[in-house]
């Protein structure tokens, strides 16, 4: 990417060294070469190097790549997990398909238990952030844990790991199970009497991830769930208008050029939405600002074990580092889990029947008189739960599709893989595998965690690289156990007290064109209270 910049750079100083100095016919010759020059490199960008010159040339690959749109079926017509996909389906290959994005940018997708596992545990550190990824999310979170590497990356981490730790989950049940209740209660206060409203179920799930993010991982309680107007209000704004509305034609062609110029340059843009996010990423970084400055002043904090006091406790951390880690927090631990619950609600409210067996265990678990007293053993004891929120979590990744590049010369199942490289796995493609998971793949079946106590951990699949929902090795999602056991609450709670009947049935399904597995408009329900809890 530098290398190429400052190609670019060289080439336009020349050009105006050229008209100042030089007579017209001169300039016109090195115009004229810098033209060939130019041309050049497209040609060669988009028809020698994909079809000669690649060292992936042996890899299999689809048919008919097109120079501008590669692989695609057009400009931005599909989401990469969808190309991802159909190739991962459709590609005879040996773990390995070589494919091309938009203006030929080449892809190294890896599709078996082996290359994933070479990628993602035993060569990691070979592997980087992509520059787009990197504009994306380090805008949201500043450089956060995930676009660190080696020595850095597992001092933050160990630094971060006493707040995941089984036991401190455990302990952190009650914590979310007080928000469970506190979002029914609140649901159910806007309900009219013997009515069946329609409830947008996704601006719930936003909120009470949220909250529960500050309680339980920062120590504040946003409290937008009874106070949703209250001053961080903010908070779940911008991150709706971060999350929703894809970025606009104009801007994701500037995207596609990013393999020629410096990604950073798409901050500067002055395009409307990306202006307007450029304000909401200021106002996130000065709510987590504001968020560290509190926590420090609470003279208690060196007592709690919350992100901001394990990482001031550190005594190894700058404020700008722990700024990064409460804005990845934010982001990385309330949409994700919050799109989970969406889904979740969505399948159950296909399905009366299966609600009914799953309300019957929580009550049977959980009796009304034990509202507010939940502990991790009474969690714990819900199988048929624990199997419902296992499959949401399979066949809907919230990260569906993930990309790196390849920072150093290396290999992958023994082929070459040259610094520079991107590769990719596609979460939501392993995850509905036929190959590991069996032929109803693709359907949202629960019953394939219940019966043993392997089946309990694996769902029957049949390799350890099967389910990526939270990706593996040491750069996988640390907040996993947090992720789960916050689900399992908040869907304990919802079906417990809610019958759910699913109120945009047609077009709930409907996946917005971000990065995140998120429906376009939402999940809506009609809500009734089950008396008896
Ligand atoms: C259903 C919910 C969640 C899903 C599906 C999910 C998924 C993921 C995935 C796939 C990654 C790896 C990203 C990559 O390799 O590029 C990741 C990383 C991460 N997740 Fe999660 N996540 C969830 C919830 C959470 C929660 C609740 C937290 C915190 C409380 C959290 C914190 C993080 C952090 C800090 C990282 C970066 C880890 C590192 O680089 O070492 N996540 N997550």
């Known amino acids: 990417m530098a290398y190429t910049l400052a190609l670019w750079t060289l080439a336009v100083l020349v050009d105006i060294t050229a008209v100042m100095y030089f007579d017209s016919q001169r300039s016109m010759m090195i115009l004229f070469v810098l033209g060939v020059y130019a041309a050049w490199r497209v040609v060669y960008q988009l028809v020698l190097y994909p079809k000669y010159f690649t060292p992936l040339k042996h890899l299999p690959m689809p048919e008919g790549r097109a120079w501008l749109t590669g692989n695609e079926k057009g400009f931005f017509k599909e989401r990469k997990w969808d190309v991802a996909g159909r190739l991962y389906r459709t ?43 990197k504009l994306q999310a380090e805008r949201i979170t500043g450089k956060g844990i995930q676009f660190m590497n080696g020595d850095e990356h597992k001092m933050h981490r160990k630094y971060l790991a006493p707040i995941f730790m089984p036991g401190h989950i455990k302990a952190l049940i009650p914590v979310f199970w007080s928000k469970a209740v506190e979002l029914v209660e609140e649901i159910e206060k806007g309900l009219s009497p013997d009515s069946r409203d329609d409830v947008h179920i996704t601006s719930w799930s936003v909120r009470v991830a949220l909250d529960i993010i500050g309680l339980a991982g920062l120590g504040h309680d946003y409290d937008t769930l009874r106070n949703p107007e209250n001053e961080h209000k903010d908070l779940t704004q911008l991150y709706r208008l971060i999350m929703s509305n894809a970025p606009p034609l104009k801007f994701r062609f500037v995207g596609l050029l990013l393999d020629y110029v410096d990604s950073k340059i798409i901050y500067y843009l002055p395009e409307a939405r990306n202006m307007a996010l450029g304000t909401a990423f200021e106002k996130l970084r000065k709510l987590a600002s504001d968020t560290v400055d509190a926590r420090q002043r609470d003279l208690t904090y060196k007592d709690h074990k919350d992100i901001i006091s394990l990482t001031v406790r550190s005594g190894v951390m700058t404020k700008d580092a722990i700024i990064s880690h409460v804005m990845t927090f934010h982001a990385a631990g309330h949409i994700t889990t919050a799109l989970s619950l969406d889904w979740t609600m969505y399948e159950l409210g296909k399905r009366p029947q299966l609600q009914r067996r799953l309300r019957e265990e929580i009550r049977s678990q959980l009796p009304g008189s034990k509202l507010h007293d939940v502990n991790a053993s009474d969690i714990e004891a819900l199988p048929f739960l624990r199997a419902v929120c296992n499959e949401t979590l399979r066949l809907y990744p919230a990260l569906p599709y993930t990309t790196r590049t390849a920072i150093r010369d290396t290999s992958i199942l023994g082929t070459r893989v040259p610094k520079g490289t991107t590769i990719a796995w596609c979460a939501d493609a392993v995850n509905r595998d036929e190959k590991l998971w069996g032929e109803d793949a693709s359907v949202w079946n629960p019953e394939r965690w219940m019966g043993d106590s392997a089946r309990e951990k694996t769902g029957g699949a049949t390799s350890n690289f099967a389910f990526l929902t939270f990706a593996a090795g040491p750069k996988n999602c640390i907040g996993q156990h947090w992720a789960r056991a916050e689900l399992a609450c908040l869907v304990a709670a919802m079906i417990g007290r809610f019958e759910i009947e699913l109120a945009n049935p047609d077009t709930a399904g409907h996946i917005d064109p971000v990065t995140a597995l998120m429906s376009k408009e939402g999940v809506y329900a009609k809500l009734r209270v089950v008396p008896g809890w």
């Open 91 to 133: 590609i005879p290959n040996d773990g390995l398909i070589r494919w091309y994005t938009a203006l030929s940018h080449e892809v190294l997708l890896v599709t078996s238990p082996q290359g994933l596992s070479e990628v993602m545990t035993q060569r990691v550190n070979d592997f980087d952030q992509t520059p787009v990824a």
